[in-house]
């Protein structure tokens, strides 16, 4: 029998005492006089009780009590301490104090953040400075989507992104896409993955409000760029699990499927949390010219009341020649996230071809799966 798995570490173990005595050393490296002692004491009280996002804005405080300079001299230790840190996001302590303690000097902090975005990110400190002069400092993000750097171009299009993870949401950027559209215009064919990225999440976030907003954006686009196209494929993403006809129509599979499934199966029928089901399947064409397809399904999950919650699952998009057939495999393990909880009883699945419903069936989550 082999050894149970060993549980990854929690997320906020990056900020552990090991790491703070590193953050210490660093300091003390590049300023003397830096009061490591008291930094330490100051930082570890309490520390197994945070959250990652508190430990970070923890070290923030504790840097920023134990500094006896200015805000300017300051920055001027931190921009010599960044390229020393072991860890990205450990740096990102770096633009937490520039939201906590710059806001006074507009300039200068944006100025920093700038800097700092290349050691880790600075998308959550820039998002204090638009809410607090959204006009000025968007307009410093429409410069940096030019910038040669990377990490700042990607830096434009995700810190104004309406509804970052693990950050507030920026309400009038949610209520008027437009404020932000020269910046995902400019980086809509860039060469860099990780900004690709980025545009296109900002994308998928404004379809949550904005769908016929992001559909007219892209449409105007010319999708023959790849670069541009893959960003227009990952914007899309939630409508076209939704069956959107003009999302399904910019990728290519707007037209309905000339297709039938055949021997859809869930199994096993019944299952316990930790189980995984296998959803397979295969899809024939009923006609002699290529398709562009498609291929989605669905889960209702049982609510704690009783009732249903659908969650759609990419599976995969293909061209299918006339008349030919592919045969599709899913496993998905059922298991409890902090953002889906199973309870049991009856778990419809559903294969959709297009946006299309087509077939399914489902399995049976048993037994009291809250014990």
Known sequence: MSAPATAAPALKEIFNAERLRHIADEMSAVYPAFKAKAFLKQANDGLAELSVM???A???ECLHAVLPL????????????????????????LPHYVASYGGHAFDTSLDALHYFTAFGSSEFAIRHFLRSDLSRTLE????????DNHHVRRLASEGSRPRLPWSFRLEPVQADPQLAAGILDRLKADDSLYVRKSVANHLNDITKEHPH???????GWSLDNKHTAWIAKHALRNLIKQGNTRALSLIGAGAKAE?????????PAVVQLGDTITLSFTVKSTVPEAQRLVIDYA????????????????????????????????????KDFTTRKHYAGWHGVEVMVNGERLGGGGFEVGGDTRN
């Open 54 to 56: 508190q430990r970070m």
């Open 58 to 60: 923890r070290v923030s």
């Open 70 to 93: 200015s805000y300017e001299d300051s920055l001027a230790v931190l921009r010599d301490l960044a390229p020393r840190l072991n860890s990205a996001f450990v740096s990102m302590t």
């Open 140 to 147: 410093r993000m429409h410069d940096w989507a030019r910038d």
């Open 213 to 219: 907003w992001v559909l007219d954006t892209v449409e």
């Open 259 to 267: 297709v039938e499934l055949l021997d859809v199966k869930v199994e």
């Open 299 to 334: 889960i209702d999950y049982v609510k704690a009341n009783g009732g249903t919650s659908r969650k759609v699952f990419k599976l995969k998009g293909l061209d299918l020649a006339g008349f030919a057939e592919v045969e599709v495999v899913r496993r998905q393990q059922i």
